[in-house]
């Protein structure tokens, strides 16, 4: 989280799908792979500017599965050069109460980072496969 200029840095340890990407893709050879000795390549590339959407997964106390998800914007600006996708995104709270609200609800270590604002797709597949849906912000 980045207090001063207001943004969440959202980074993904895998292959990226270079259809998002804003600009050229960088192959990154990495010494340390994944927290692992050895050698590996890794694809690193910020997220088209623009509007984003990521999708959560979670679970309710009675086990029933529960997605959850936000609109934002991936904002322009410089990467970490560590061989991983990650952006500069912007939700429309500040960053601390973006995590508290998001991390009220017990979400997954990972989610889903797509294109556009995709809520209304979403919630239509919520309500048609009778899963709970939380938006945060």
């Given amino acids: 989280m980045d207090f001063v ?4 840095l959202m980074g993904h340890d895998g292959p ?9 893709p960088v192959l990154r050879g990495l010494g340390v792979y ?15 500017t623009g509007p ?3 999708l959560g997964l979670s679970q309710t106390a009675e086990g029933r599965l529960k997605l959850l998800a936000a609109e934002g914007e991936s904002l322009p600006g410089p990467r970490l050069e560590i061989g991983n996708t990650n952006s ?7 960053p601390a109460e973006f995590m508290n ?24 597949l919520a309500r048609l496969m009778g899963i709970e849906l939380a938006v945060i912000g």
Avoid: M, Y
């Fill in 101 to 124: 609200r998001w991390s009220e609800h017990g979400p997954t270590h990972h989610c889903a980072l797509g294109v556009g604002h995709q809520l209304g797709k979403i919630r239509k």
């Fill in 5 to 8: 200029e207001d943004f969440i």
């Fill in 16 to 24: 990226g799908h270079i259809a998002i990407s804003d600009g050229r």
């Fill in 52 to 54: 984003i959407t990521i």
């Fill in 34 to 48: 994944h927290g692992k000795r050895g050698h590996g390549v890794s694809v690193e590339f910020n997220v088209v």
């Fill in 88 to 94: 500069r995104l912007k939700f429309g709270l500040d």
